[in-house]
């Protein structure tokens, strides 16, 4: 999540919207519709990664496509990512840190890291590079380390879909990490921008939390009406690459608990009509939307259960 420590291994549900769009260059296809959520350790709610806990969250949240997982240093994707894939249709996203510090990365160093990982792939899966790169190094460093593991996996594995994926928390006006263009530096916003060449979609995720608002709305609400969707939408809507909600999660953590139904359902309307084309819920802790408990810090819903389980119902793997 939009936090600052990276997740080992960690599973997510994702849901792929229908949208309008213009087009992109050939490439292996992204899907029109799909949703996800995240998994948990032992089958349980909280944290971890099993095949298991991701078929478990289908039973509360429909027939997610798209399953998460994280690494932090170079790791090959596990074998149960792989299995889950193969097996049960869960689309493996694959999110990975390298071992090498991203100027080494756009260097070459690390090319045989990135070789080995994309090798492994499956045919129509996700790779991304250092998720939510903009606390861990300037945009600009960002962008030629990235352009170089599009290189090296699309050359490996051209099947594999490798999109950058940029953290909300720093796309709030007013950031120091994502600056408006004008002011200067390696952090502008057209300084963390992939060219289209090296992105085969976009990526953007997007938390919200009472009890941690800083710019963004008085949710639950559209993430239309988030100025740190907006402000990242207009950086890239017009590239004409696929866009993606790889990482969602609302929390009304004050007072009454509001339910996530209305924002999701009125979310689902601005993102299709925008090119968005997946959408993977966090499924996890106090962003949990299952159907019969809930972690610590986390509340049921049902009424947010149900426009979740509409808009997998509408999605199209």
């Known amino acids: 999540m939009s936090g600052v420590f990276y997740r080992s291994f960690v599973a997510v549900v994702a849901v792929v ?11 292996a296809a992204i899907p029109t519709l799909a949703v996800g959520a995240t998994t948990s350790a032992a089958d349980t709610v909280g944290s971890g990664n099993t095949c298991a806990g991701f078929l478990d969250e289908r039973t509360h949240l429909g027939n997610l496509g798209i399953r998460r997982v994280f690494a932090s240093a170079g790791q090959l994707p596990p074998a149960d990512a792989l299995s889950c894939h193969n097996t049960y249709g869960a689309i493996l996203w694959y999110s990975f840190k390298t071992t090498c510090t ?32 903009e606390n861990d ?17 699309k050359a490996v594995n051209p099947a594999v879909h490798v999109v950058p994926i940029y953290m909300s928390y720093q796309w709030r006006p007013g950031s120091s990490r994502v600056t408006n263009n004008g002011t200067g530096g390696d952090n502008e916003i057209r300084d963390w921008i992939v060219p289209a060449a090296s992105a085969d979609a976009y990526g953007f995720d997007l938390y919200w ?15 239309g009406l988030d100025p740190r969707m907006t402000r990242w939408y ?3 809507a017009s590239l004409g690459r696929p866009l993606t909600l790889p990482e969602w999660g609302i929390d009304d953590d004050q007072g009454t608990r509001a339910s996530r139904g209305p924002a999701i359902r009125a979310s689902r309307t601005w993102l299709t009509a925008r090119n968005f084309r997946i959408i993977s819920y966090w499924q996890l802790d106090n962003w949990y939307l299952g159907a019969t408990s809930a972690p ?9 259960v149900a426009a979740y389980q509409e808009l997998v119902a509408a999605a199209t793997p």
């Not at 939390?209 to 993430?223: F, H, L, N, Y």
């Not at 610590?296 to 947010?304: E, I, K, Q, S, T």
């Open 17 to 27: 919207l229908v949208g309008a769009g213009a087009s992109v260059p050939a490439q």
């Open 102 to 133: 991203p100027g080494a990365v756009a260097a070459g160093s690390c090319d045989t890291e990135i070789q080995n990982i994309a090798a492994l792939m499956p045919a129509d899966s996700y790779l991304t590079y250092n998720h939510e790169p």
């Open 137 to 153: 190094m300037t945009g600009v460093q960002f962008v030629a380390a990235f352009q170089r593991v599009h290189l090296i996996a």
């Open 209 to 223: 939390q009472a009890s941690t608002r800083g710019s963004e709305p008085d949710d639950p609400v559209s993430v």
């Open 234 to 236: 207009n950086a890239f």
């Open 296 to 304: 610590a810090g986390g509340y049921l819903d049902p009424d947010g």
